[in-house]
Each structure stands twice: as C-alpha cells, then as structure tokens.
C-alpha cells in the first residue's frame, strides 16, 4: 500500500468527507486511480484512515476555481493562500481525488 501525508490540520476534514481532494506537485502526485492509500499526518507519521484515489488530474494554480476549493472545504482566496504557501511559485499541480475506504 501506498503512502501519504496531510497536515493534521487537514485530518478532521478528511474523516468527516468534506475534504475530498488534495493538490499536491509533480514528485508528490505518483498515484493512479484505484490506488489504496495509508494516511498520515506530515507533522508526527501518525497514521489516521485510508483512502482510495479515485482519479488524478493536471490543474494549473490560475484555473482553480470554487469547486477545487469546495472540495478542499475552503474558499477559493484560501485554497490559493494555502497552495502558495505550500508549493511557492508553482503554477503547475495535481489534483488527487479520492475517497474514504
């Protein structure tokens, strides 16, 4: 089984199901849909659910729109802020869709 990580910031969100993507770069994106997948928190390792990824999609930072930052359950303004903190610079990301399993 494959791994991941979220900041567990991100871990309530994920196990209640209103985050249901993650955006991740290129080095971080290696998943194909109907891959199972631990899941950790980035600050301790300490695993938290699994996931199935459901389908893995390019996505420039200047084309996210509402419906990224929904599934991130953020608002748009945030979701940006957060990526740009995250990935500066970086224009070009992945979308991984997934689901609790």
Request: charged share 25%; proline share 3%.
């Amino acid at each position: 089984m494959k791994n991941i990580t979220f900041y567990g910031r991100f871990e309530a969100d994920i196990l209640a199901g209103r985050k249901t993507i993650t955006l991740r770069e290129a080095s971080d994106a290696n998943f194909s849909a109907g891959d199972k997948v631990r899941v950790s928190r980035y600050e301790d390792n300490v695993f938290f659910c699994n996931i199935e990824i459901i389908n893995v999609t390019p996505v420039q930072f200047d084309a996210l729109n509402d419906t990224h930052a929904l599934q991130e359950n953020m608002t748009l303004p945030e979701l940006k802020q957060v990526i740009s903190e995250i990935y500066p610079g970086l224009k070009e990301l992945f979308m991984l869709e997934f689901r609790l399993i």
